[in-house]
């Protein structure tokens, strides 16, 4: 049976409750089984962004107590859809994605 997985891509710089309600609401209405963060290292049209590896971890602090999310950390700086996609396909074998996205991104 196929997993449906949200992919909420970001920055996260930092996690918030905004971010964490958003996840569980969309995982919820979209009944998912997974919210997976997909923090990205070096996002476009931002200039100053705090280490990956300190994102990283308060993502990891910020979800531990919800087991329908997730972290996957990718090893592209920046992701595109063909070079994303196929990582996810290989990552989660069998499984239909939602793209999720913060209101910040909806007009870029």
Request: no cysteine; hydrophobic share 40%.
């Amino acid at each position: 049976m196929k997993q449906s997985i949200g992919i909420y891509s970001g920055t996260f710089d930092p996690i918030h409750i905004g971010h964490i309600t958003f996840a569980q609401e969309a995982a919820r209405m979209l009944t998912l089984d997974t919210v997976v963060f997909l923090p990205e290292q070096q996002p476009r049209g931002k200039q100053y962004v705090t280490d990956i590896r300190h994102r990283v971890e308060l993502i990891k602090r910020a979800i531990q107590n919800d087991d329908k999310l997730q972290l996957l950390v990718l090893p592209s700086k920046q992701f595109t859809i063909a070079k994303t996609l196929p990582q996810l396909q290989k990552h989660f074998t069998s499984a239909d994605f939602t793209l999720l996205i913060g209101s910040d991104i909806v007009h870029t």
